[in-house]
């Protein structure tokens, strides 16, 4: 097949969802090419056209005449539910809340031949404009299982990584896990944050006390040198429950299982559904097992040397290569 993926982003978002299932299958023989920009070229002769997120007006025009034209297999990526975006995503809320953004959404949706989404909760969600949907849940290159799990120190390092629109999801665990982190008990511990966290977010800050124990590093824009800058010995995985976050996948769980590092996680949504309780990591339920979980997982005779290899060998099983075939088979025309 001809494909291309037309994505809306160059970060994760378009790497896992995009460029890299179709990277992949051009591993198996397929020709494809992923960009944000649709070459005219592409347009005229690809068999199979991927969009993600198709909707401000330009890009909602083509689309529209795309599937009148009906040449090329039109399928409509997304993996967020766009029409419940959390008001504390300031910048995505207001965007997505905009009624003829809105209706873009849902009549591209419901003009294609396929939508493809990660879970169960969103593909209803779509079905509702297309009942033509694929469940293509977000995997890991299997490169990722070579890097080295980060190595055993006296010190500890507590991470978390991800962008400003995890607000409300930190909400949900800053102050257990401050807490905490200012105690004797977790004197050996210290805090790395990737991307764009900031501690003035929350109400609750005693996050100075730490002083050159917490370290921030700003967002890594290569996606295989993120994967390398994970140098948690646990990693943090809070979720809001809200709506928006049912359709949410577990992608930093699994990222930071094929690092060999343990997640402490909330007990709910994808996360629920994929971290193996008290084996690979820890589902916290109530706000105080939050630091119940950071004491567990960072005594020197408590159970995270075993659940790292658990979670990597949890994670061999969601590589791109090994469900290649999924995504071939949702995109045959």
Not at 49 to 56: A, S, T
Not at 125 to 134: E, G, H, I, K, L
Request: glycine share 6%; aromatic share 10%; net charge negative.
């Amino acid at each position: 097949m001809r494909i291309f993926g037309w994505a809306a982003d160059n970060g994760g978002c378009g790497y896992y969802r995009v460029k890299l299932p179709l990277d992949t299958l051009r591993s198996l023989g397929h020709e494809t090419l992923t960009a944000t920009v649709m070459p005219d070229e592409w347009q005229e002769t690809a068999d199979v056209i991927v969009g993600q997120r198709v909707c401000n007006p330009g890009p909602t025009s083509r689309w529209q005449k795309l599937a009148r034209e009906g040449s090329a297999k039109l399928v409509f990526e997304v993996d967020d539910d766009l029409l419940n975006v959390h008001h504390s995503n300031r910048a995505g809320h207001a965007f997505f809340k905009q009624p003829e953004i809105r209706q873009n959404l849902t009549d591209n949706i419901t003009v294609a031949d396929l939508v493809t989404v990660t879970n169960e909760h969103l593909a209803e969600r779509v079905s509702a404009f297309n009942p033509n949907v694929a469940i293509l849940p977000n995997y890991i290159p299997a490169a990722m299982l070579d890097l080295p799990t980060p190595p055993e120190a006296e010190r500890l390092t507590v991470g978390w990584a991800g962008s400003a629109t995890h607000r409300m999801d930190w909400e949900e665990a800053a102050e257990p896990i401050a807490k905490f982190m200012v105690k004797g008990a977790a004197k050996h511990l210290d805090m790395h944050f990737i991307g764009d966290l900031h501690e003035h977010w929350f109400d609750f800050r005693p996050w100075d006390k730490l002083g050159g124990r917490i370290r921030r590093s700003p967002w890594v824009q290569r996606i295989p040198d993120y994967h390398a800058a994970l140098d948690f010995h646990i990693g943090l995985a809070p979720l809001k429950p809200h709506v928006f976050n049912l359709s949410k996948s577990p992608i930093k769980a699994l990222e930071y299982a094929a690092r060999g590092i343990p997640v402490i996680a909330s007990d709910f949504g994808p996360y629920a559904a994929f971290v193996q309780d008290g084996e690979t990591g820890v589902l916290v339920r109530e706000r105080a097992g939050w630091a119940a979980a950071l004491w567990e997982l960072s005594r020197a005779d408590g159970p995270r040397r075993q659940m790292s290899k658990a979670a990597q060998e949890l994670a061999r099983a969601h590589t791109i290569e090994g469900n290649a075939w999924r995504w071939e088979r949702a995109l045959s025309v």
